[in-house]
């Protein structure tokens, strides 16, 4: 191992802010994948726990729900599609972490339809809980 000072290209400001941000786009993309598992394992048990409210139900007008499955369907479309922005997000971080000049990619359009689809799945998920009795 050569004890050699580095590079006079290379600042070491820079490179440990770029770990920095590298790390926080990894800790952004672990958070939005505990929104999307959330989303999808609530579509998954909605499903389930209304299906089996209405096998043990005396009489199938107790829940007023048109189709569980629907609803638990659209949960975890959800999920998956946030998933999907979250990834791309990332992937567009990381790219821009490695171009030379460190210019960060616009992703604000990215961030709104996160935002949108996560309000109206709360929306949704209010409005179903409002449903059972």
């Known amino acids: 191992m ?3 000072p580095p590079s006079p290209l ?11 941000n590298r790390a926080a786009a990894e800790r952004t993309l672990n958070a ?3 929104i999307c598992l959330g989303l999808i394992g609530f579509g998954v ?6 299906r089996s409210l209405r096998r043990h139900a005396a009489s199938a007008a107790i829940i007023a729900n048109p ?10 479309g959800m999920g998956l599609l946030l998933l999907g ?23 604000k359009t990215l961030n709104h339809w996160a935002v949108v689809a996560i309000v109206l799945a709360g929306i949704a998920g209010l409005g179903v809980t409002l449903v059972l009795p």
Not at 10 to 20: F, G, H, S, Y
Not at 67 to 76: A, K, Q
Request: net charge negative.
């Open 2 to 4: 050569s004890d050699a």
């Open 67 to 76: 189709n569980p499955t629907l609803v638990g369907l659209g949960f975890v």
């Open 10 to 20: 290379m600042n070491i400001t820079n490179e440990l802010a770029r770990e920095r």
């Open 85 to 107: 922005l979250a990834l791309v997000q990332h992937r567009l971080t990381l790219n821009a972490l490695e171009q030379q000049g460190n210019v960060l990619l616009s992703i």
């Open 45 to 50: 048990a909605y499903e389930q726990v209304t």
């Open 32 to 34: 939005w994948s505990r």
